[in-house]
T-cell receptor, first 114, second 118 residues
């Protein structure tokens, strides 16, 4: 079974600085998708970024980018120019082509310091 | 686009009563919807996968008779917590996939429902 690990339960970053959240996963599949979701205090899950495993190019969405290392099974999220509104729980998620469900990591709580 | 709503956003009920939570995809059709439970400061735990027109698939350890799921249309799935007890108090979240996006696997989440059973 696939597993997703987020080794940083909590992180903090100064406003306007850059922070990287770690995610590793375990799978025997070759085709899959990886996601980062954000859950702010409202508890609404918001899609941040998505990466298809067959794509070598790292996904980017404005201030958010990923470092996808397929061989190492690593999928880190970099947030540039951090803003107060980035403070939230961040969940890494895996979806494999042979499954129907997401596998979520335990989450990383990010605090942004003014 | 890809908005999912949930109703109610919060509910308080007495022990032994049943509570129904609705999950709707507002601007897309969803053949598959998912129900999650989230405990404080924890990740999402998948309870069941709901497919339109067929029986839901429950995860191991989830009581089918307690958590009734109905997916009657491509835009609506309901979760009914039957004979609720205080241990059922939790935050319930639904999600849906957009059928219209070819090959899409992205799940879009509702805002969640906080259930408190007294």
């Amino acid at each position: 079974a696939q597993t997703v690990t987020q080794s940083q339960p909590e992180m903090s970053v100064q406003e306007a600085e850059t922070v990287t959240l770690s995610c590793t996963y375990d799978t025997s599949e070759s085709d899959y998708y990886l996601f980062w979701y954000k859950q702010p205090p409202s508890r609404q899950m918001i899609l941040v970024i998505r990466q298809e495993a067959y794509k070598q190019q790292n996904a980017t969405e404005n201030r958010f980018s990923v470092n996808f290392q397929k061989a190492a099974k690593s999928f880190s999220l970099k947030i540039s120019d951090s803003q107060l509104g980035d403070a939230a729980m961040y969940f890494c998620a895996y979806f494999g082509n042979y499954g129907q469900n997401f596998v979520f990591g335990p989450g990383t709580r990010l605090s942004v310091l003014p | 686009g890809a908005v999912v709503s949930q109703h109610p956003s919060r509910v308080i009920c007495k022990s032994g009563t049943s509570v129904k939570i609705e999950c709707r995809s507002l601007d897309f059709q969803a053949t598959t919807m998912f129900w999650y439970r989230q405990f404080p400061k924890q990740s999402l735990m998948l309870m069941a996968t709901s497919n339109e027109g067929s029986k839901a698939t429950y995860e191991q350890g989830v009581e089918k008779d307690k958590f009734l799921i109905n997916h009657a249309s491509l835009t609506l799935s309901t979760l009914t917590v039957t004979s609720a007890h205080p241990e059922d108090s939790s935050f319930y979240i639904c999600s849906a996939r957009d059928l219209g996006l070819a090959g899409s696997v992205t799940q879009y989440f509702g805002p969640g429902t906080r259930l408190l059973v007294l």
